[in-house]
């Protein structure tokens, strides 16, 4: 089982917005807070990376055998600290140092904690081992864009995000939600990226 091609609506966007339902889905993750970016911020991605592979190998030869590689980073805000932030002023309202994070890169539904423990247990030595967990989650109704290019023209294209869910009657009910489409390296060029920008929203 190929995770983007099993569910590929899922990684999927255009780059106008558009409004989509999410289903529930379960993936491997680590916490993180802080500025994105930085150097703890960079291992983490590729230690998840690596840990993944490794859940990938205990179920080769299988008839679970599946592969999952696209890094995911949901990002929110506490807002008893901070107050209610928007979409399109994410990254600009609040001091970054307050901001949340978890890694996570998507993985098939009868993975369990269990095999994330055994896995834990086997790959020591893949940096923080013992942090990753199971997360699942339920989207719903979001609303997404393609984003195309280095991620600080996130914060050109998140208004426009905005400006759809307000016209549409929506305001953001949830985490801020990244899908890397594109694996990325820090020193590398980001005028390739391409980065699913996905909000959770009511009416």
């Not at 780059?15 to 989509?20: I, L, M, S, T, W």
């Not at 896995?119 to 989207?139: M, S």
């Not at 991620?151 to 400006?163: H, N």
């Not at 801020?176 to 820090?186: A, M, Q």
């Amino acid at each position: 089982m190929d995770l983007r091609q099993q569910y590929k609506s899922y990684y999927t966007a255009r780059e106008q917005p558009e409004v989509v339902e999410i289903e529930q889905a379960s993936y491997v993750s680590i916490l993180g807070k802080g500025s994105p970016g930085t150097a703890i911020f960079y291992e983490k991605k590729k230690a998840i990376k690596e840990f993944v592979t490794a859940l990938e190998k205990n179920h080769a030869e299988t008839d679970f055998a599946f592969s999952s590689s696209v890094v995911e980073i949901f990002y929110w805000f506490d807002q008893e600290k901070v107050g209610y932030v928007d979409i399109g002023n994410f990254y600009t309202t609040v001091d970054l140092d307050f901001l949340q994070y978890r890694i996570a890169i998507r993985i098939p539904d009868f993975i369990t904690i269990e095999h994330i423990k055994q896995v834990a247990g086997q790959k020591q030595d893949i940096p923080f081992a013992g942090d990753f967990e199971l997360f699942t989650y339920t989207a719903g109704t979001c609303v997404q864009l393609l984003h195309v290019g280095p991620f600080a023209g996130e914060l050109d294209t998140l208004p426009v995000l905005q400006k759809f869910a307000t016209s549409n009657g929506f305001r953001k009910s949830g985490m801020h939600h990244e899908i890397h489409l594109t694996h990325f390296e820090p020193g590398q060029s980001q005028q390739h990226l391409q980065t699913i920008l996905r909000d959770p929203v009511t009416r």
